[in-house]
């Protein structure tokens, strides 16, 4: 009885679903079995040749490794930061609480394009920050976009800086679900910053944690605009992450099959990440 | 318990240096949108001084930032519909009925937000050309669509949970029917939710560079974050001045509407999440 009241309810969106998600799905991944033939101008069968490919490809090897630096620090740094700045914004002796609450979310409503051209702007070697630099007595200052040492880290940056405001405002609604005197008894107890968060506040807002480490680590996983606009994943691939890799090859060589060859390694890395989730949050 | 004043100036202080670095670079393009290239590189962070209105006048008088605009208006703004009026339902669904499959239809909703740009991409290029849709408007409003669906259903389904059962039942036992009893009670309750599912999509679908870039093929067709992106790798010397000022353009309108709605959207993301 419920089952035949529910479908008419859920038919729109599984229907919607069905075509731009799960067919596109199934679709996009069957496009690995094909490779395109340039004297030819055709798509044609190749089977696996574009897995056995890409494991040859040092680029891909690399690009692997930047994507899971890139992630790894960025939601590594942005968790830290704000749950700093989100313990500091929950605390009752901070005035004007809901006007910086407000402020902080600013970088959320921001394009991506956008964001990456600010910070495109400030990284620039007679920009903003190096004149800063040069201001403070750096005679060297580094060349931030063009420095194959240097560019993944400051694409992180910029890529920290638009998750900050999401991540905080996530932990801060956690710390208010809190009970006010369990903080108190601490602080009464003379338990210090760290005790009290590590001991009391991280535990009790495990889920909330768990839920966005998921969601920013995908996110940040699957972002392309920062370094397609900052670096376009250069200088000669130094800070070449997989998104951008594979569309380089599906749309800037008409290699649709060796792209979504990288798009399936991505999914394999994303969904396990999905499982490790539901499987700690069903425990 | 008081606070140690020092402590407490302390606080103050690392919070305002914390705003600092997220505003900072706002401001950065504020004030480039207002001055000359020559003033950008003589003072790179410095306030302007005799304002210019001229980068803006470059920006609205050359190429096709209008029809750019008209574009992403058009697709923002059906996208917001469709994902409201496909998503309350759904969330309902989820919220009230126990039926067959709706663990997994949630499951299923959580994948979706790990499924590679890419592989997506490449998978609705072949869908939406038999239909004839690449590089045209409703192509990309479905796909935005779908994008803001799952994370849309999960936070109205969390906003539903909250509503008391009994409000229905009462109105059942009247002999309204469920639809009814969705429209005429349900939904003006949930307001603020429909309002955080609004804000959740148009900063989504007005935000969205890499699909846009992909399928929307001439100058015409183009978004504005495309036509941003477009108009940094027109190659020549950037110039900061004009672009700043479009990027500006872009940004206010669905700035202000996001200042409007983040109350619903950070009560409805953040009540999903607690529960």
Redesign the interface.
């Known amino acids: 009885m419920e089952e035949k009241r529910a479908l008419p309810f859920v038919a729109p969106a599984l229907i919607i679903l069905c075509f731009v998600s799960l067919y596109p799905l199934v679709q996009g991944i069957s496009r690995v079995l094909y490779s395109f033939r340039a004297l030819t101008g055709k798509n044609v069968y190749s089977g696996l040749q574009n897995f056995v490919l890409l494991f040859r490809d040092s680029v891909f090897v690399h690009a692997l490794l930047n994507s899971l630096v890139w992630t790894v620090t960025s939601v590594a740094a942005m968790f830290f930061v704000s749950f700093l700045l989100a313990t500091m914004l929950n605390s009752r002796h901070l005035r004007f609480r809901r006007a910086f609450r407000t402020v902080t979310l600013i970088p959320w409503a921001l394009p991506g394009v956008v964001v990456s051209l600010i910070w495109r702007y400030i990284f620039l070697s007679g920009g903003p920050l190096n004149t800063a630099l040069s201001g403070l007595g750096v005679t060297y200052p580094p060349a931030w976009l063009i420095d194959p040492h240097v560019a993944l880290w400051t694409c992180i940056v910029a890529n920290i800086w638009m998750g900050i405001p999401f991540v905080t405002i996530m932990i801060l609604a956690g710390l208010q679900s809190l009970e006010g005197d369990i903080l108190e008894a601490a602080a009464i107890d003379g338990a210090s910053y760290l005790q009290t968060q590590v001991r009391i506040v991280v535990p009790s807002i495990k889920k909330v944690i768990l839920i966005i480490l998921t969601l920013e680590s995908i996110w940040t996983f699957n972002s392309f605009d920062i370094v397609f606009v900052l670096t376009k994943g250069g200088p000669a691939n130094a800070s070449m992450t997989l998104p951008l890799y594979a569309y380089t090859w599906a749309y800037g060589s008409q290699q649709a099959g060796y792209g979504a060859a990288i798009g399936i390694i991505m999914l394999l890395i994303l969904l396990s990440v999905v499982v490790l989730y539901i499987r700690e949050v069903l425990q | 318990?008081r606070?140690h004043p020092v402590?407490?100036v302390l606080?103050?202080v690392?919070?305002l240096v914390?705003?600092a670095?997220?505003?900072f670079?706002?401001l950065?393009?504020v004030f480039?949108s207002l001055k000359t290239q020559t003033q950008i590189?003589a003072s790179?962070?410095g306030i302007p001084h005799g304002v210019t209105w001229d980068n803006f006048r470059t920006v609205i008088a050359g190429g096709t930032f209008l029809v750019n605009l008209r574009n992403s208006v058009i697709v923002a703004f059906s996208t917001v519909i469709l994902a409201v009026?496909?998503?309350a339902?759904?969330g309902?669904?989820?919220s009230r009925?126990?039926?067959?499959g709706?663990t997994a239809?949630s499951?299923?909703l959580?994948?979706?937000?790990?499924?590679?740009?890419?592989?997506?991409?490449?998978?609705?290029f072949?869908?939406l050309k038999v239909y004839g849709l690449i590089n045209q408007l409703p192509g990309l409003v479905?796909?935005h669509?779908?994008f803001a669906?799952?994370f849309s259903?999960w936070l109205l389904k969390g906003y539903f949970d909250k509503i008391p059962i009994d409000l229905e039942e009462a109105a059942r036992i009247d002999g309204c029917t469920?639809?009814r009893a969705?429209v005429s009670i349900i939904l003006p309750l949930s307001v603020p939710g429909l309002l955080a599912v609004a804000t959740f999509s148009l900063?989504l679908s007005?935000?969205e560079?890499?699909f846009a870039l992909?399928i929307m093929r001439t100058n015409e067709s183009w978004t504005?974050?495309v036509y941003?992106?477009r108009f940094?790798g027109s190659g020549g010397v950037v110039q900061?001045g004009p672009?700043?000022a479009a990027?500006l353009l872009?940004?206010i309108p669905?700035?202000i509407l996001?200042?409007l709605g983040?109350r619903y959207l950070?009560s409805g993301?953040?009540g999903g999440?607690?529960k």
């Open positions: 318990m606070m402590k407490q606080l103050h690392a919070v914390m705003i670095f997220l505003v670079p706002v950065l393009l480039n590189f790179p962070m009026i496909v998503t339902p759904a309902y669904a989820l009925f126990k039926f067959r709706r239809f499951m299923w959580l994948a979706t937000q790990a499924f590679p740009g890419i592989i997506m991409v490449l998978g609705l072949t869908v479905i796909m669509t779908s669906l799952p259903i469920r639809l969705l900063l007005w935000n560079f890499f992909v504005l974050p941003l992106a940094l900061w672009l700043s990027a872009v940004t669905v700035f996001f200042l983040q950070v993301l953040t999440a607690i």
